[in-house]
């Protein structure tokens, strides 16, 4: 049995720069991940398929197809032709909530299927999986915090971050991502400033999350009860939302924030910076 973690992602900072002739969006984001999120489990002895338990399980069900099945499919096809494995995904993140819960999912898929068959994750046959799969699964593959360009699949890597304690809140709406990329306005407010990451954050933005506001206005509410809480050292939106995060400089006051949000029924994570 082989275990890997698929931990949420979160972008600090996520810029988008201008609307590209292929569809897609060329952005500048910042990629942070967490110590908490899913757990994909690989039986090659197993009987082949896919089994969704956790707390988020009931969400994807009733896919037939997902990014985990695909990973493994691609991996399959170009890197080795291995046979079907027993796969677990243990779902405790929220789904299709702007913290790569599927490209997270997904990329530790492969990164299961890389131990289990001695690939190293960095082979370059790996990374073109990853790159098919989605934007965000470069990174998640990655797992490490980056500066993210493209589509997001462009990534320098950077020194680790400092183990800052993060409160996740999800106020358990439903948004598109397309949706939220079609409200973009289409203007250009500059690049990710470079230096030490935590300051870059803290000078940057999210440029979707006007167009989420308006598609889902909990998320304002979320977003002004974060920055309100004792300790903040950043309060935003995470991806195209819903999930919005909040950086603090101490962990009690994090579960103090955490105890305080709770009672909206929103879904909370309390962890930190990996």
């Not at 275990?3 to 949420?8: I, M, N, R, S």
């Not at 989420?212 to 979320?222: D, N, S, W």
Request: charged share 20%; glycine share 10%.
């Amino acid at each position: 049995m082989i275990e890997e973690a698929a931990p949420a992602k979160l972008n600090l900072a996520l810029h988008v720069r201008a609307r590209r002739p292929d569809g897609y969006h060329e952005l500048e984001t910042l990629f942070a991940f967490v110590a908490d999120g899913d757990t994909i489990r690989l039986d090659t002895a197993g009987a082949p398929g896919l089994t969704i338990t956790g707390p988020f399980a009931g969400g994807l069900s009733g896919e037939a197809d997902n990014l985990v099945l695909r990973a493994e499919r691609l991996f399959a096809k170009r890197v080795k032709p291995v046979p079907r494995a027993a796969i677990e995904l243990v779902k405790r993140l929220p789904v299709a909530s702007g913290i790569g819960g599927g490209s997270a999912d997904a990329a530790a898929t492969l990164r299961a299927l890389a131990r289990a068959h001695g690939v190293a994750n960095d082979d370059p046959r790996l990374v073109a999986c990853a790159e098919a799969l989605g934007s965000d699964v470069p990174a998640c593959l990655l797992g490490r915090a980056a500066v993210g360009r493209g589509r997001g699949e462009r990534l320098e890597p950077l020194p680790p971050l400092p183990p800052l304690p993060v409160l996740l809140v999800n106020p358990r709406v439903p948004v598109s991502t397309a949706a939220v990329f079609a409200r973009w306005d289409g203007t250009d407010r500059g690049p990710v400033a470079s230096g030490d990451p935590i300051a870059a954050a803290l000078a940057g933005r999210n440029d979707l999350e006007p167009p989420a506001r308006v598609l889902a206005p909990a998320i304002e509410r979320v977003l002004a009860l974060l920055a309100a809480q004792p300790g903040v050292i950043l309060a935003r939106m995470s991806g195209s939302g819903a999930t919005c995060f909040a950086l603090f400089d101490d962990r009690a006051r994090c579960s103090d924030a955490a105890a305080a949000l709770a009672p909206d029924g929103w879904w909370c994570l309390e962890t930190a910076l990996a």
